[in-house]
Every structure is written in C-alpha cells, then in structure tokens.
C-alpha cells in the first residue's frame, strides 16, 4: 500500500463515498508456504470414519489484476495445494466406492484437494489507511480420493475422481499502520447451504520492506483456517479442518 500522509488517508477514507483505486494498472502477484495441522472425517456412501492425518507445509501461489474503470470487477487467481494423508483402524464397516472396508483393519486415505479460486470483486476502499474489498469467488476443486485396505481379507485399493465448482462469498480488509510500513489484514470465502460448509479465511501481519514508484514487497505472515464440510458431494462426504499458520511474499507492481 503506499504511503500517503495521514490527513490525506483520513480525508479519502471518510469523505469520498468510494476511495479511488490504482490511477492505472495495478498487478499483485504473491506466494505462501502454509504449515497445517489437519484432522477430521470422511466418508464414501456409508458412515464417516475419523482418520488421523499427517501435518504437513502446503503451497499457494496468487495473482490480481486492479485497474480504475467504474463498475468493471477486479480479478483474483488463487491456486492452493491441499493433498491429505490419513489412516484409521476401523472400528465399523467403512464403504467406499461400493467396498465394505473390513472392521479391525487399517484403512489409508489419500485425497488431493487441491484447487484454484477465481474471484471477482470490488473495492469499496483503498488507500493507506484503510481498504476493504468484496467480491464473489468460485472454488474449483477438481481431485480424487483413494483408499487403500482389507476387504475380505483382500487387499484393495479404490479411487474417486470429483469434480466441482462451488461459489462463495468473497471479503478482505487491510489497516494500515502509519509511518511503520506495517498492516493487518484479514481475507476470506465462505459458503453454507444445507448440511455443506466451505470456510476459507487468514488473518496476518504485512511488512513493507521495498516501497517505491515501480514496485513494492511485502512479507506477509499470519494464520489460516480451511474448513471443509461436504454432504454428498459427487459420492463423498468430509468435515475436514486444516489450519495452520503461514508466511510469504506479495509484490505489487
């Protein structure tokens, strides 16, 4: 963000009914390395079965295109990596794709939820001290999920493909902390219809270290929180959480 004098970001922030945004182009681009702590449950057509999953660092790599015309969103890309690995001994039948998992078992989970957001927003304010942006995001998943274990004293393994497009809402806020370079932000998507919730948010800190006519960079550092609950989502159900704090680079052009 850059910097203005205060009284200049006060009087923008309180007077005008829509603070300007970039004069021209303005392109973020930015990465993240996320370290997770995951638990929950899945499940095919059966019951759920709780599976305890390895943490691990995950990746995230974004870019966004503003600009100043009137009414015309702004555009996000977000790529996210979320592939989760469990195991569970199974304390009753498990089914997954039409195979009852034998009771007294061990059962291996490896799913790939990983996926790209595609957001579409509005910036209600930008300047130094304040900038708040909402927008509407559609989450695209398109993975698998396999399952490895005993059925009938037989070894099996079986995998799902799935595929869906889900749309959210879509909020951000960034405060600026005059004359430090620092900001706090918070950024967010959330979705819930019937018994499926998606909740996807981050709050962190931002230092600007290279603030110039040209470009600036910023190292971002905060916590995450995904939170995926499906009922029946082509032929699979979870209630997943995956949180963990992260830290990264954003440029801004």
Known sequence: MKKYCLAAALSMAFLAPVAKADMLLGLYVGADGWQSENSGSFAGEGNAQDFNFEDKTFSSYYAALEHPIPLVPNIKLKYTQLELDGSALLTETFEFDGKDYTVGTTANLMTDFSHMDYTLYYELFDNDLVSIDF???????????????????????????????????YLRGEVGLPLTG??????????????????????????EVIDTLAVDIAIRAGYRSFIIELDDVDDISTDLDVSGPFAGLQVHF
């Open 135 to 169: 927008g509407l995001t559609v989450k695209h998943f398109d993975g698998d999920a396999t399952v490895q274990g005993k059925v009938d004293d037989v070894s099996t393994t079986e995998t799902i493909d799935f595929s869906a497009p889900i749309p959210l809402g």
């Open 182 to 207: 620092l900001s706090v932000f918070a950024e967010g998507n959330l979705l819930a219809i019937d018994d499926s919730k998606i909740q996807d948010y981050q709050v962190g800190v931002a230092w």
